[in-house]
């Protein structure tokens, strides 16, 4: 045996090379067995077996050792009526993001996250509306791109000095003393530059974890993310969604323990799949909050992003377009039942009759003629000067 060499736990040998616990593993180049409180994991290249420990067999403190110890303040129960606060929600996005909470922003890899948390930055440099009211305060974004792009994406949105960048802060996935240091690290910057806002785009990316999978790794990489809420800002995380999609929450990729862990998901889909050049996105908003909507529509524009409304608005502003199409300029004009021979069989699908003259009475500007009973039936036109058939409420993300 090797004088002064670490008893190993796995094969209680001094003299086989064996990698002390580090970190809750152990590479024991032993004979591979069984080792109450470990998993087996694998065998690495080198011969060896690499063990970790299990999390619930973790020792609890010993009694004896906490004797005469305080323990901390805010470990103190507070009665209800001592809470602070009148419940109103300090948001920084209405109804998405607010200050001392959390947020899971998912979506599909390219199709538009950080897009849309570029507009936010923008918004909050004097405050505006990104479907919902932004106020205006300091951003933190930590983010796996690199210095080019956001200094093609400042330029091209002119985003101002009241956003600030870290970027790719690790070379090499980061061990949990690296990350938790470097949450803490963050918690600091927040109190110091007053930051309202922290971004992690996107979150796999840094986590210290081996596998998004294990909820108790997800849990003990998350929960060093209260300090910054707790220094007062709004915390969005950006994360990728599984492969097979996912509902009412479930989009997420790797443990539940994430979407159950924040407070605010929203989940971020193509309106049209099949369709790359339509810009509308559409937000799925799963929340602890009331203020969160449930689904919102929104559409990029030269402009920026304006509201369309909720997948039922979407839809009928389509139509409404497509019923510009079909409908003349003169009178008398087309019947609901004409209107639906004439509906184009490619696009926009051809609606019912109760839907054609629920739509026609929504645009602006069309002319109706006929008393509506059998003999005499209404017929729609719309006059070329007509305004132009609105698809949304406006909802521009220019700050």
């Known amino acids: 045996m090797t004088a002064g060499a670490a008893t190993c736990l796995v094969c209680h040998s001094t003299d086989t090379g064996c990698v002390p616990e580090h970190d809750g593993e152990i590479v024991c180049y032993g004979p591979a067995t069984f080792v109450e409180g470990f998993d087996l994991i694998r065998r690495n290249d080198a011969g060896g077996h690499l063990y970790r420990r299990i999390a619930d067999s973790i020792p609890a403190p010993i009694e004896s050792d906490r004797a005469g110890m305080e323990f901390p303040e805010h470990w103190r129960p507070t009665v209800l009526s001592e809470l602070a606060g009148d419940g109103t929600v300090p948001w920084i996005w209405d109804g998405f993001v607010a200050e001392g909470s959390s947020r899971l922003l998912v979506g599909l890899y390219k199709a538009g996250k950080t897009t849309l948390l570029s507009h936010l930055l923008r918004a909050m440099a004097s405050g505006g509306d990104l479907a919902g009211a932004v106020v205006a305060g300091r951003a933190l974004v930590i983010s796996e791109e690199g210095t080019a792009l956001w200094a093609s994406r400042r330029d091209d949105l002119d985003i101002g000095d009241h956003v600030d960048l870290i970027t790719r802060p690790f070379k090499v996935k980061p061990g949990w003393r690296d990350w938790e240091y470097f949450v803490k690290y963050l918690a600091k910057l927040v109190h110091d530059r007053g930051y309202k806002l922290v971004v992690v785009d996107t979150l796999a990316t840094l986590l210290p974890v081996k596998s998004e999978n294990e909820a108790a790794e997800m849990l003990r990489a998350l929960v060093p993310f209260h300090q910054i809420t707790e220094a007062g800002a709004g915390l969005l995380l950006v994360h990728h969604p599984r492969k097979s999609g996912g509902d009412e929450g479930t989009a997420s990729r790797g443990s539940g323990a994430l979407p159950a862990w924040v407070d605010v998901i929203v989940e971020l889909r193509r309106y049209a799949p099949q369709d790359r050049q339509d810009t509308r996105r559409t937000l ?107 698809t949304g409420m406006e909802s521009s993300a220019t700050g």
Request: glycine fraction near 12%; proline fraction near 9%; avoid cysteine.
């Open 284 to 390: 799925v908003g799963l929340s602890r909050f009331d203020e969160t909507p449930d689904e919102l529509v929104v559409e990029l524009t030269s402009a920026g992003y304006r509201t369309v409304g909720n997948k039922a608005d979407a839809k009928q502003a389509d139509r409404a377009v497509a019923l510009r199409d079909v409908l003349p300029t003169d009178p008398p004009g087309l019947t609901a039942e004409e209107i639906r021979d004439t509906w184009p069989e490619n696009g926009v699908p051809k609606p019912g009759l109760r839907t054609i003259r629920g739509d026609v009475g929504h645009l602006d500007g069309i002319h109706v003629s006929g008393s509506g009973t059998k003999g005499d039936p209404k017929r729609y036109s719309i006059p070329a000067s007509s305004p132009s058939i609105g």
